[in-house]
Every structure is written in C-alpha cells, then in structure tokens.
C-alpha cells in the first residue's frame, strides 16, 4: 500500500482544475492585454477568474491580484503595509513566533531597515489571544500579520477577533491564509482582514499561482516592474491556464468544505487516538481547533528523519513539518515556539490527510508509525538511557 498524507506540502490536482485549464493552453491562448479579439477573449475568462476567487473569499474582485503563490503574497503584502506605514511616520510591526519562513524572512528584512518587529509567544496548544495583539499594538503599530492556520501543526487562530482589535485600533492585518483556504469557511469582509495570501495548490488547483487580497485604499508595493498587468501592481503577463485551474479548484473546494470538512476529520481523529497509543509520544497544536487534515505527533526518543525514510520504506509518505525547510537540520521553529525542547523537536512527524485518504489507509499508518518507532527506539541508545533511567523522559 502506498499512501500520500504531504498534503499540507501540496495537494494533487483536480480533475476540475486540470479540465479549466485545457482550454486556455490550446485554444483561448491569446495575451490578456491585446486588444485584439484573441487577447479579448483571454482577459474576459481573467475577469470571471478574478469575479470568481472574490466570490469564494467574500471580497471585492477588484481587491484580487494573481500571484505566483502564497510566498510572493506574503512579501508584497507586508512590504506594502511597512511602506504605508513608513510614510506615515509608523514602524513597527506584530507577529507571531510561528508564522511561515515567507512572513519571518520578510520582516527580518525590514528590522534591518529600521523596522520593530514583536514576535508574539504562541502558548503551548499553538494559539496567540487577541488580548495579545491588543496588548502589543502601539500608536507606531503599522501593520499585524497573523496566519490563519498553521502550516506544522494546524492550529486556527481566532481570526475574526484579532480582526477586530486591528479594525477598533486603526492598524492594517494581514493574514497568511494558505493553509486555510478551501478547507475553512473564510469570509474576509466578516472576519475584519485587510490582506489575505492564498496558494492554490494547496486546495487541489495548480503550484505557481496564488492571490493577494488588499482591501480598497492599501496601495501595493511592486515587487516586478515592467508592465501594467495586474492594475499595475504585479508585472508580466498573467498566467491564464494556471488562474483558471486555480478558479475552478477554488470554488469546488469551498462549494463541498461541510462534507469534505466531516468526512476528513474523522479520519484524523481517528488517526491522533492511534498514535497517542504511542507511549511518550505528544500531540502538536490545539486538539479541537486545528484544520480538519492536520495531525502532528513528537515522538521522544527518534529523529524524525529516520521515522520519515522508514515510513517512506513502508510506502507512507509524510514530512516533519514544513516543505520550505526540509533541507535544514534545525528542529521546527514552530515546535520551538510551542515550548518543545530540540530533543524533542527532533523527533516529529506532520501527517496531512485529504477526502482521498481512506479509513484503511489511517489503520495502515497507525500500524505503520508504530513499527517504525519501536523499531528506532530499540536502536536508540538515547531511548536506552531514557528507559535505563539514566535520563528523565520529557514527554510522560
């Protein structure tokens, strides 16, 4: 038995989205900004696109701009409000520890410009309070940029509320939302956000397209100069089969998230009860407010990159937390932010499930995981001392 449970990393795509995209690589293939009858055509199907996304998100379509993904979302959206703040004499920006690495790096790069930046601690089930960000907001707070669900560990923060806070305080907020997206119900005038970042293959459409959402009076920053594509925002010619593929993949995904939301969840609880059969073993992130196909276990005693190899052996195919980094040895600085120490980071393993993964397939990697964590530990002199009692165990 095979089984994918990466889909956290990337979803396979579509039939629906694949089908949207045929027409617009053979057929409908003129540029969107000619104005020749071939070029007229393409824009229109760009405009339903556009029409179609915001009515997915419960937005204005002309607040829509097609990305190459969540990363390059991410950049523009906060370079944007850190300009807008930097003129207006305000710099100085909120966070949260555990965001992804396209939030964390970007306002690495602006501390070094003059920028302060306040990290939020993230309590032990993985949540920051909009006390929290009431508390740190300040009269040179120019932007708050908080993930809608976590990529490692899948919690849900309370983002309508932080919404709020921002909107009662006068302060852009910007949330990274791809994890989210398609999975959730989002509604971005209702929960209060200004910016919103979406990758579509995440819900089943295809890699190298997202959306940046910025609600009406948020000048954006360019990050690709050269033309007037994008209402001047975003250079290059648009990317037609991919935006439509994108579309479709959207707004199936949000037309089926009760049902696909109650079937999947079943699954991973089922799955989190098998594992946490697993002595010394702890569940990552919230237990209730946590995406339906999210399940992140540590495991004292291994290293993840082994549990991983052999789960991939065994035909199970899974990661230890985010894509991005899964050429670093560091432990997940999402683990770190949650209070696990390095021994224990070390040891961890995100499964993501999707409405293909069947009950079979969660039996089978229950019975999977166990064996490959026994089998390390009985390898394990750290395992050996922990039992030995040499050292003390951290998870009990």
Known sequence: ??????????TKMSRTAIEAMLPYMDKIYGNPSSLHS???KANEALTAAREQVAACLGCDARGITFTSGGSEADNQAILSAARLGQRKGKKHIISTAFEHHAVLHTLNRLEKQGFEITLLDVHENGLITPE??????????????????????????????????????????????VQAVGHLHINIREENIDMLSLSAHKFHGPKGVG?????????????IEGGAQERGKRAGTENIPAIMGMAAALQEACGKIDSTSAQISALRDKLIAGLSEIPHSVLNGDAVRR???????????????????????????????????????????????????????????RLSLSEETTREEVDYMIDAVKDVVSYLRSISPVWRDLVNGKSNFVIQ
């Open 38 to 40: 071939v070029g007229q």
């Open 211 to 223: 959306v940046l959402y910025a609600r009406k009076g948020i000048p954006l920053t360019n990050l």
């Open 1 to 10: 038995m095979t089984i994918y449970a990466d889909n956290a990393a990337t």
């Open 291 to 349: 995406l339906p196909s999210n399940v992140n276990f540590c495991f004292e005693g291994i290293e993840g990159e082994s549990l991983l190899l052999l789960l991939d052996d065994k035909g199970v195919y899974a990661s230890s937390g985010s894509a991005c980094t899964s050429g670093s040895l560091d432990p997940s600085h999402v683990l770190l932010a949650i209070g696990r120490p390095h021994e224990i980071a070390h040891g961890s393993l």
């Open 132 to 177: 929290q960000v009431a508390d740190a907001i300040c009269p040179d707070t120019c932007l708050v940029t908080v993930m809608y669900a976590n990529n490692e560990i899948g919690t849900i923060q309370p983002i309508r509320e932080i919404g709020a806070v921002c909107r009662e305080k006068g302060v852009i907020f910007h949330t990274d939302a």
